[in-house]
């Protein structure tokens, strides 16, 4: 993979990956920061001379890994790091989310479906990946995705309707 | 109003950066990528391991497939000398207790009256060919005798007595298929013959040993085995008639 095809991904997933970490972390910047730092990591194992064989997957796999860090350290990964080396984040006045009128609905029902539910539905439903695929991120079959798939739907119906 | 999971879902979907945090992410990545460029070409090693793993694996494939094609040559066949002098060795290499030794070595020796068979049903008159076959149908015969002495003298009767049924009931398939062969092809007549007096040896050789069994051998044992070759023997006197 070139550089340039690099970035042709990055433009391509960048959205999907943010928004994954959002619905994970529910939170803007830390959310930014994960996508940032997906992509980072995905560059250097490629510098390393290690193949990827299909990006999307390991992206969605990086971010994953990122999150679980985080959460066992209670600590940002690499804003710190980042601004040690010079990268200035951007202020408030920058952030320019287009929050839906129904986005803080989704933020509150996403944040009572517990981890596992709420990810299967956001890589299906919102990233819009194929139960393949989301079975090759999580490392199980995709009968398991479609059984979770499925439950998430009737927890998120039940949440909708209380 | 209550919204569908399809409306909460598009509600979902627009959560996005924003321009400039995209563009920022991307000055950053493309930073970074500079600093750390991707290697030139891959390391020596990680070639070296795909193409001897590839070689490797060619190899494999090409021994499987004409191990697998040359089951079935019978000797003048180009890969005849791969059936006996790769897959068979391997095979016996592969019996480790001295019954399935023996085992293996009976399987040869069906082997061998198959591929005289085939030879006769080629080349009908009497041939080298057949003569050559008669010379492998008598090595694989002395090797079986070899084992089934080796299991005998090892004191495993039992062993012995299983190897001698398999060694008789090989023998009587080919008995018959060339009893038939003299019978419904006469142009196969006189080497199919002569073929069938060789397989009679060879039962004689082979299981002439079982009138000689140790005094102490169970009865039952030995009245079995001596039905099985006097009924034979009769039945081979009755066709040979």
């Known amino acids: 993979m070139t550089g340039r095809e690099f970035l042709r991904h990055y433009d391509k997933y960048a959205e999907a990956i943010y928004r994954h970490c959002y619905y994970r972390v529910f939170d803007h910047e830390r959310a930014r920061d994960f996508a940032q730092e997906t992509f980072l990591r995905a560059w250097q194992y490629l510098s390393a001379g290690r193949p990827i064989r299909q990006i999307r997957p390991f992206l969605y796999r990086v971010a994953n890994n990122l999150i679980i860090d985080e959460s066992r350290k209670k600590q940002t990964v690499s804003l710190d790091l980042l601004r040690e080396e010079g990268f200035d984040p951007p202020n408030a006045d920058d952030r320019q989310i287009q929050v839906h009128a129904d986005a803080a609905l989704v933020r509150r029902v996403m944040s009572r479906l517990n981890g596992d539910e709420a990810e299967v539905l956001i890589m299906r439903f919102v990233d819009q990946l194929k139960p393949k695929e989301i079975a090759e991120i999580l490392g199980v079959t995709a009968n398991v995705v479609s059984v979770r798939i499925h439950r998430a739907l009737e927890t998120l119906k039940k949440l909708l309707h209380s | 109003m209550i919204p569908s999971p399809h409306n909460f879902f598009s509600a979902a979907r627009s959560v996005s950066l924003s321009t400039n945090d995209r563009e920022r992410i991307r000055r950053r990545l493309t930073e970074f990528m500079a600093s750390h460029p991707l290697p030139t070409s891959a390391p020596w090693w990680r070639t070296l391991r795909w193409a001897v793993g590839g070689a490797c694996a060619i ?14 040559s019978i000797p003048g066949d180009t890969l005849y000398p791969i059936k006996v002098g790769l897959t068979e060795p391997l095979r016996g290499a592969v019996a480790l207790t001295p019954s399935a030794k023996a085992e293996t070595s009976v399987e040869l020796l069906h082997h061998r009256l198959t591929e005289a068979e085939t030879v006769v049903e080629r080349q009908g008159a009497l041939s080298a060919a057949q003569e050559d076959m008669e010379e492998r149908v008598n090595a694989a015969a002395a090797a079986v005798k070899r084992q089934v002495d080796g299991l005998e003298r090892r004191q495993l009767s039992s062993a012995a007595k299983q190897v001698k049924d398999h060694i008789s009931d090989c023998l009587q398939k080919h008995q018959q298929s060339l009893k038939q062969k003299v019978k419904e092809h006469p142009t196969q007549r006189q080497a199919a013959e002569r073929l069938l007096k060789n397989v009679d040896e060879q039962e004689k050789l082979l299981l002439e040993r079982q009138d000689d069994r140790p005094k102490n051998e169970p009865a039952a044992v030995k009245s079995d085995s001596a039905q099985t070759s006097s ?7 009755g066709n040979k008639d």
């Open chain 2, 231 to 237: 009924g034979r023997s009769n039945d081979d006197s």
């Open chain 2, 59 to 72: 190899i494999l494939m090409v021994t499987a497939g004409l191990a697998a094609a040359a089951n079935g």
